[in-house]
């Protein structure tokens, strides 16, 4: 089982719609979660960061955390076409930052 | 403005011919790290620093040596580069303040050894 788990996609949502990008992690002394966005041939950028269970909203992203289902989600609203990425999910345990491979939305207009 | 910068950004080089890729950040932030991607295995951490002449392994440390001699600098080494260490490296600066999270990668470094 690997430690930080993501469905590869592409996951593809209209324009204007709700995305929902899910990630499992198997390290239950995990103690913050990470969403990254990575265009296409650019770096990794940090959209949000959570660590302690519920919801946390930033514009239009919300990440959602469950410990005890040991799950982490990015809901991204409105979805725009400038929304298409790569979305990674980061756990950190320690002092190590372990990475899911990716969900690749593609956001149709 | 808040930067990360890494050098070279491509480099292709032969089996054994010893290597740097510099990072540096302009943050005064005190850890830093190194990953490298690969298709189908996503961002692996190969060496973190907490802070200075504080260093320790990833999950992919074989092969590399890095140093925290100052604050701004982590320079990634490959002492006797080999074919399946070809992958694209990213450097990255990062500080926790309370309940805040400030994380930035460099832009890049495409490696690639023959």
């Known amino acids: 089982q690997k430690e930080v788990e993501q469905n590869s996609g592409p996951l593809s949502v209209p324009e204007g719609a709700i995305a929902s990008l899910n990630c499992t992690y198997s390290?239950?002394?995990?103690?913050?979660f990470f969403w990254y966005r990575q265009y296409s041939g650019k770096s990794p950028e940090l959209i949000m960061f959570i660590y302690s269970n519920g919801d946390k909203e930033d514009g239009r992203f919300t990440a959602q955390l469950n410990k005890a289902s040991q799950y982490v989600s990015l809901l991204i609203r409105d979805s725009q076409p400038s929304d298409s990425a790569t979305y990674l999910c980061?756990?950190?345990?320690?002092?190590?930052?372990?990475f899911g491979t990716g969900t690749l939305l593609a956001v149709q207009p | 403005e808040a930067q990360v910068t890494q050098n070279p950004r491509y480099l292709i080089t032969v089996t054994g011919k010893k290597l740097t890729v510099t990072c540096s950040q302009n943050m005064n932030h005190e850890y830093m790290s190194w990953y490298r991607q690969d298709p189908g295995l996503g961002l692996r951490q190969i060496y973190y620093s907490m802070n200075v002449e504080v260093t320790d392994k990833g999950d992919v440390p074989e092969g590399y040596k890095v140093s925290r001699k100052e604050k701004r600098n982590f320079p990634l080494i490959l002492e006797s580069p080999s074919p399946n260490q070809t992958s694209l490296y990213f450097c990255a600066s990062t500080e926790r303040t309370g309940t805040s999270y400030e994380q930035y990668f460099g832009p890049g470094t495409r490696l690639t050894v023959t």
């Open positions: 980061a756990v950190r345990a320690t002092n190590k930052l372990i």
């Open positions: 390290d239950r002394g995990s103690q913050s």
